[in-house]
């Protein structure tokens, strides 16, 4: 898979950083929250990732409330 462009997906990454704020989600629950499809979820997640501190952990989805690999920004 190429490395995205930073300039593609910048307002994507925009949002999901915005449901981060506050919780630590899991995938699906970032999906649904934002309706991006998965490919535009995945290339704005590796934008955050360069540009934020993004806090990856198994624990309790604050949303499903299901214990899996979560993502919040620090």
Do not use: N, W
């Amino acid at each position: 898979m190429p490395i995205p462009d930073p300039s593609e997906g910048s307002g994507d990454a925009r949002l999901i950083a915005s449901v981060l704020l506050d919780a630590a989600l899991c995938v699906d629950c970032i999906m649904k929250k934002t309706s991006l499809a998965a490919q535009r979820f995945y290339v704005a997640l590796f934008i955050i990732a360069q540009t934020r501190e993004l806090e990856i952990s198994r624990s309790r989805c604050s949303d499903c409330m299901i214990t899996k690999h979560v993502y919040k920004l620090r």
